[in-house]
């Protein structure tokens, strides 16, 4: 007689292996180690909120700094609130941070500059994080003259700093692009020029750790039994070379949003009708001697914090993935 078993005792439902990895997630190490650092969790909860503020700031922001017609030059240049400037001019409560010159709140603007300095980390360290994982799992696996070639070029491009590079190509670009065209495709120029930037220190780390990988047993056993070299690359090598990928992509998260700001404040870098972090810190240099210090205090405070918390953040997440340390 056919004994009957139903199909939850054979493969577990897709609720019950989420709920199992949460719990794996809770009571394995890396966790332990977060509760355990105080500084982690106040990293991790300062680049949360700012996340939010940037994410949300359309709907939180007390104004529209991208609506130009909401802009009022009666209220350019005023303090904070409860700060009175030298001409004996004081902030109001409806600007808690006062204006820049166009009259844009600085509260606000900070929020918008963050969504934006944000949208162009994240999307620059995805790119060089996908370049980079692949270059390097095929320079490491398959090794040769292959991966010669593309390790020289990775030394060549390290002995460039990253904001000449990035420079070189927006220059590159901007000779070859009419300027209505390069202006309006300046937030995608700059995505890879920072992407160019940093895909070498991914293709480092993952090489090497493919180079680990390789040579161990179930790698082995699948090239034995004739499985394709991609997949072999994909499925096996791949899942066990993503802890390093993280960690350089968040510590790399910090340093693009700052390489960013360095080309905004360069005046190379986004246009200013769509300020990031690095253009607000531009415009209010150039009043920061008249004692306007806020337009520029303010948004260099917002990037110092966030540049600090995501670095701290990875420092943290670098030690809690190493075995060695545990």
């Known amino acids: 007689m056919a004994v009957q078993v139903h199909p939850n005792e054979i493969v577990p439902s897709f609720g019950r292996r989420v709920v199992d990895s949460v719990h794996r997630f809770f009571d394995g190490d890396v966790f332990h180690s977060f509760r355990s650092s105080p500084v982690a969790m106040i990293a991790f909860a300062v680049t949360m909120l700012l996340f939010f503020l940037a994410a949300f700031a359309p709907w939180i922001a007390p104004h529209n700094t991208d609506d130009v017609s909401t802009l009022n030059l009666m209220n350019a240049r005023l303090p904070p609130f409860g700060v009175t400037d030298d001409f004996g001019t004081e902030g109001v409560a409806d600007f808690l941070l006062g204006t820049d010159d166009q009259g844009r709140d600085i509260l606000s603007a900070i929020m918008f500059g963050l969504l934006v300095s944000l949208e162009v980390g994240f999307a620059s360290v995805i790119l060089a994080a996908v370049v980079g ?77 493919t180079l680990v990988e390789k040579g161990k047993e179930y790698v082995q056993a699948a090239k034995v039994i004739g499985v394709h070299p991609a997949l072999i690359m994909i499925r096996h090598v791949l899942p066990n070379v993503t802890g390093p990928v993280l960690v350089i992509g968040t510590l790399s998260l910090a340093l693009a949003v700052l390489t960013e700001a360095t080309l905004s404040f360069l005046g190379v870098g986004l246009p200013v009708t769509r300020p990031s972090l690095g253009t607000l810190i531009r415009i209010g240099q150039q009043y920061i001697f008249s004692g306007e210090w806020w337009m520029t205090i303010y948004p260099s405070l917002a990037l110092v914090i966030l540049v600090l918390a995501v670095n701290l953040l990875g420092d943290w997440l670098r030690d809690a993935l190493n075995p060695k340390l545990r």
Do not use: C
């Open 133 to 209: 994982t692949v270059l390097g799992l095929i320079s490491g696996y398959v090794g040769g003259k292959l991966d010669s070639v593309i390790m020289r070029i990775a030394d060549v491009q390290l002995t460039f700093p990253a904001i000449l590079i990035a420079l070189l190509i927006d220059g590159i670009v901007a000779g070859l692009l009419p300027r209505a065209l390069h202006e309006e495709l300046k937030i995608y120029v700059l995505v890879l020029a920072i992407a160019a930037s940093q895909w070498v220190n991914f293709a480092r780390t993952v090489r090497g750790s």
